[in-house]
């Protein structure tokens, strides 16, 4: 039964980083519009969302850390 809670919490929290992947990369283009920058297009966007992504992967490695601290392993959880 933690296998399936693990799995559905995954699910969430990827659903969840995909919207806010979509926000940021909507927002990032409406911002640098008439900007110097706006002449990249489509790659400030890009940018934008692997920034937001690499801020999550931070995240979610002190999560791990906070986790590990308190003697729950995210390789065991799953069991």
């Not at 799995?7 to 919207?19: E, F, K, Q, S």
């Not at 966007?45 to 992504?53: D, E, I």
């Amino acid at each position: 039964m933690k296998r399936v809670a693990w799995i559905i919490v995954g699910a969430i929290v990827t659903a969840g980083l995909g919207y806010a992947s979509y926000w940021v990369y909507l927002e990032v283009q409406q911002q640098v519009r008439g900007t110097l920058i706006s002449g990249f297009g489509i790659f400030v966007g890009v940018m934008g969302v692997f920034a937001m992504l690499g801020v999550a992967h931070i995240v979610f490695r002190q999560a791990e850390r906070l986790l590990r601290k308190r003697g729950v392993s995210l390789a065991d959880a799953g069991d």
